[in-house]
């Protein structure tokens, strides 16, 4: 929301009352409080008939200082009036206040306020400058109309791009845009989010969250180019400014506040097929794919229902469609003897012609108007009502018609919509309905999400979202929503994906093939490789059926090595997940995440390292045209064992079988022994495949079982034309050296040459190798 007319003046309507100059600085323990003028106060009468601006600033976390700032301090804000956030208190900190500024440090980072006109507000870390504020940049914008707001304007250096701010398909750097944290329905192709995040990092390597769930209107370097703004109505604002030595801590240091994302079951990470949206369907229909997919050695593990499993106008009941699925139960018994997990479709909205309808509305259950009828409309679905998750009984209600059907055998739910939350609505515990629009999906992925774990127990939950708001990542998995099968909507999926990942997000999906219309077999098989080697990969589309078959045999083919190749690559990518976990990080990673100190990766948004290791380029293009970057240190190509000295871009063709997907020097990916399934035992018989060691580098692996335990730790380092290599917890394991022709000697273990390099067997009971090269 812009306040300014171009640099000087003020749009009309408005009166920006910024920071002069500090009057008093009160202090204690762990908190300080600035009382700013807004002019110089040249006697005693010029305090009386002015307003102050009340500035606190405190941690709740080691390098993460958060400011608070009021206008009228005492104007109420109905709930939810912040996020929900993990702190115990304040974090220990140090206080200066002396006759020039007062600043408060907590862990390496530090803010100070100077004194005197003109007041500035500094953010730095160890030192370092990262942003900070000054003339006529913080603000209470008066307003004549007396819808008042507060706003921020924090400093953009020169170079200094921006990301994040929740999955926006819009230009990967948000530097000139305008964006406006409200979430709608808008597919992937607009300026519209159905995740919006009021979070950002910089490439300076800070973060800024603004702890308001209502709408948070962002200038990103567009009304004033050299500025981040962000503005709230109302009296106050409050965010909090995440510091660290690489972004990698930033987003650990968020995820601190609102929560790690959950570790997704390993079964979630194999290939999901679904009937698509508005096909015909029934079990035979159901059992033609799963059986032609098993017929064509394609492994699936899951398989999805979408909404018409449930019948037309009655989204939703939570039954299942008689006419075509009259004997539900013991179809999901077929379907799970065939080794498969179920997910159906489901949305917080209950169609008029529901039986659920009546019930809800009588128990008040649904969202009212405030003349206290249920508020409905006919957009979606004829005559629904949306449910009250503020109202305890309608959460426990809703629930129970998801345990059922966890009875039943369902073990996972698509949480779809949540994002069209109307703000003319009465809620059951007096909720602003403002600040509830965004909020409504964390009530909503929270109740399923907890079923779940209460039905299957903890860290068997998982869900396929489409809305979120801040903290959603703690309710994984979610998906980038309805884009078009063209390979301008790939990219812009990728995009959004990468700008969620930098938003706290760990786990992120996609329709391969695109959802809106029917791919050509070319893009069908591009999007198939992006696709599987994302952190979920699912087969899903609208009017049409997404098995490879369909397309042509070669879909076929190409699907079959992919999911297979990810399947081999689960000991690696779930260990990789359980870091997300732990961590905060995406498993999917924007490159300048990665590799912050490389020009290069700033504006990169068409490949991505997948994990630590990993560096993925899909094709985005009929001819099979490949242009990707390469940054410093030595490559190998993971498919074909190429090597390629790194600083470089590169341009290259790529049949259906392959892309670029190339490993880091000094690294050590292990493959599994299994490539039938997702969720086997990563440890037995996994082969180490080390890459380029250098002189004097080490590394190492862990290696998870399926419940995200260390089962087997690897490590590696060379000294001179020595490898030693040492594994513990397992034993049947076996390292293969990339790229190698020969050794001289290895001292534990037996070695062979094989194509991929040489493959070294250490003797039974052994634990260690010595590899002479």
Known sequence: MKFSNGYWMTREGYEVLSPYEIHDVRVNDNAITVFATHRHLEHRGNTLNEPLMTMEFSSPKA????????????????????????????????????DEFVSLTSGDTTVKITKANPVTITYTHKGRVLTGSGTRQTAFVKAQDGKHHFREQLNLAVGETVYGLGERFSAFVKNGQVVDIWNEDGGTASEQAYKNIPFYVTNRGYGVFVNHPELVSFEVASEKVSKTQFSVAGEQLEYYLIGGDTLKDVLGGYTSLTGKPALPPAWTFGLWLTTSFTTNY??????????????RDLPLAVFHFDCFWMKEYQWCDFEWDERVFPDPKGMLERLKAKGLKICVWINPYIAQRSPLFDEGMERGYLLKRPDGSVWQWDLWQYGMGIVDFTNPDACKWFGDKLRALVDMGVDSFK?????????????????????????????????????????????EAALFARSATAGGQQFPVHWGGDCEATYESMAESLRGGLSLGLSGFGFWSHDIGGFEQSATPDLYKRWVAFGLLSSHSRLHGSTSYRVPWLFDEEAVDVLRRFTKLKLSLMPYLYGQAVQS??????????MVLEYPNDRTADYLDRQYMLGDSLLV????????QSAYYLPQGQWTHFLTGEKVQGGVWRDENYDYFGLPLFVKENSIIPVGSANDRPDYDYAKGVSFHVFELADGEAASVSVPDIHGETSLTANASRSGGTISFEASGSTGWSVVLRGASTVSAVDGGTFEPSEQGVVIVPEKGATKLSIRL
């Open 63 to 98: 390098d993460i200082i958060k400011a608070k700032f009021y206008h009228h301090k005492g104007r109420k804000r109905q709930s939810p009036d912040s996020f929900e956030l993990y702190t115990e208190g304040l974090a220990p900190v140090s206080i200066d206040n002396n």
């Open 282 to 295: 029934d079990e035979e229909t159901v059992n033609s794919f799963i059986d032609g997919m098993a017929d």
């Open 415 to 459: 949480t779809d919509f949540g994002e069209r939350i109307p703000t003319d609505v009465v809620y059951y515990d007096g909720s602003d309905p403002q600040q509830m629009h965004n909020y409504y999906t964390q009530l909503y992925n929270k109740v399923v999400f907890e079923v779940l774990e209460e039905k299957l127990g903890a860290g």
């Open 581 to 590: 976990s732990r961590l905060g990080l995406p498993m999917m990673r924007a």
């Open 617 to 624: 380029a899909p094709i985005f293009n009929d001819q099979g």
